[in-house]
């Protein structure tokens, strides 16, 4: 199956993005995947870790039926942005710049920019119903965020809870900042990575671990979170924040809950606190971990890598134990120190013991990661990390 070419975005693909999402693969290779998998437009697609919605754009637009599942509930928005035609975008980015400072007058002369964007959306919405809640969200949080980004951490993927609580601005900011956004939209409508409906998918905010998945399921393509220790959570902290103003979002729990989550202060220092026991790689990787000299193996590092690795192996018995027929899931294998994780392996190990087999797995270097970038790690110099695309099918 020729599917490299396709499987990861390009710098050009990227610039069509409606929103700049930190992980995904491209349209095509999700084309590609449902050529190859002979996916019917009777079947069901699922994605459980959905993230900005290509995989359930690219259904919609072959006349597919799909589900897309995403803990993090401003995924929802972009997912559901990638649903609009063109031409709607297009005409509201037009109303919006004709009537967005007359908008603005309802908007506090001063303060903090997640707040007053929600009360421009407000505004809007009041006096605009024609224009879509989707377009309007993603427009503002996408301001909001460029406002907050001096409210980053020296982790450049991070926002400061602190720093963002501290940060005021005057309206004409707002206005400025909402302006850029929705003129660059709209001079680049056309290219931008849209859909033409035909099929409309289910969008849900949900933790895949719990949420039970319907009967009529029959395939899985996604891309769980890589154990980069990234926090999802505070890398979209402006928009969760602006979002949170329109509903209810616990962020300490969505913390605590996301896949690859940072937080592991709740959890027990033993490998045997965590549920791994689908994988024998995934035991071995916590048991070298437990017996690693550095300071802060047995403690932080332990606790992190046994989390990620029980969530996944929930996540896969969720997928094993229903009525998928098919599943595929693009990994990347990683370093702790030395000690390599081979996830790819470790995933199949999990399909495997849950009554799937692996029909096909292509695997390829990256051309950048931390082995490289970090010539003074604990791997530097050993084998390049693995980013595998595996097809598992029910025996």
Same mark, same amino acid.
């Given at each position: 199956?020729?599917?490299l ?10 610039? /069509?993005q ?9 349209a095509?290779?999700?084309k590609?995947?449902l ?5 019917e437009?009777t079947?069901?697609?699922?994605? &459980?870790w959905?993230?900005?919605?290509? /995989? ?18 401003f ?11 063109s031409?709607?975008? #297009?005409?509201?980015?037009? /109303?919006?710049?004709e009537?967005?400072?007359? %908008? ?11 707040k ?15 224009i879509s ?28 809870? *602190?720093r ?5 601005? #005057?309206?004409?900011?707002? =206005?400025?900042?909402l ?7 709209l001079?680049?409508?056309?290219i931008l990575e849209?859909?033409?409906l035909?099929? &409309? ?16 399921v029959?395939h899985?393509?996604?891309s769980?979170p890589? %154990?980069t220790? =990234? ?6 902290? &402006? ?8 509903e209810m979002?616990?962020? @300490?729990? =969505?913390?605590?809950?996301? /896949?690859?989550?940072? %937080? ?5 220092i033993?490998k045997?606190?965590?549920s ?22 047995? @403690?932080?590092?332990l606790?992190?890598? @046994?989390?990620? %690795?029980s969530?996944?192996?929930?996540s ?7 009525s ?16 390599y994780?081979d ?13 799937f087999?692996e029909?096909s ?16 790690s604990?791997a530097? @110099?050993?084998?390049l &990390?693995?980013?595998?695309v595996?097809?598992? *099918?029910?025996?």
């Amino acid at each position: 199956m020729d599917i490299l070419a396709t499987s990861k975005l390009t710098p050009h693909l990227k610039r /069509t993005q409606v929103y700049p999402y930190y992980a995904g693969f491209s349209a095509s290779f999700v084309k590609t995947l449902l050529e190859y998998l002979g996916v019917e437009r009777t079947d069901v697609v699922l994605d &459980p870790w959905n993230g900005s919605g290509t /995989t359930t754009t690219v259904c919609a637009e072959n006349g597919i039926q799909s589900i897309g599942v995403d803990i993090n509930p401003f995924m929802r928005v972009v997912a559901n942005f990638k649903l609009l035609q063109s031409s709607i975008v #297009a005409q509201a980015c037009r /109303t919006l710049l004709e009537c967005m400072s007359s %908008l603005m007058d309802t908007v506090p002369e001063s303060g903090p920019p997640h707040k007053m964007g929600a009360a421009f959306t407000r505004a809007a919405l009041a006096s605009h119903s024609e224009i879509s809640q989707h377009i309007l969200h993603l427009f503002v949080a996408n301001a909001v965020r460029q406002i907050y980004s001096r409210a980053r951490t020296r982790n450049p993927t991070w926002f400061s809870i *602190e720093r963002i609580s501290q940060s005021l601005i #005057a309206k004409t900011d707002l =206005l400025t900042a909402l302006r850029n956004e929705v003129e660059s939209t709209l001079n680049k409508v056309d290219i931008l990575e849209l859909t033409s409906l035909r099929t &409309p998918p289910r969008i849900e905010t949900a933790n895949f671990i719990s949420w039970n998945i319907p009967s009529e399921v029959s395939h899985v393509i996604t891309s769980p979170p890589y %154990l980069t220790r =990234l926090d999802y959570v505070k890398k979209t902290l &402006p928009e969760l924040l602006y979002l949170s103003e329109f509903e209810m979002i616990d962020l @300490g729990n =969505l913390r605590w809950n996301m /896949t690859g989550s940072v %937080l592991t202060g709740r959890l027990g220092i033993s490998k045997d606190a965590f549920s791994v026991s689908d994988s024998e790689t995934a035991v071995d990787v916590l048991d070298q971990i437990e017996k690693h000299s550095s300071k802060a193996s047995t @403690g932080y590092y332990l606790k992190f890598y @046994g989390k990620y %690795l029980s969530s996944m192996q929930s996540s896969i018995r969720n997928i094993t134990e229903s009525s998928v027929r098919s599943a595929v899931f693009v990994t990347q294998a990683s370093y702790y120190k030395e000690i390599y994780v081979d996830l790819p392996k470790i995933i199949s190990e999990m399909f495997q013991t849950g009554g799937f087999e692996e029909q096909s797995r292509v695997s390829f270097a990256p051309t950048n990661s931390m082995v490289t970038v970090n010539k003074g790690s604990y791997a530097s @110099g050993q084998l390049l &990390p693995n980013e595998t695309v595996s097809i598992f *099918e029910a025996a």
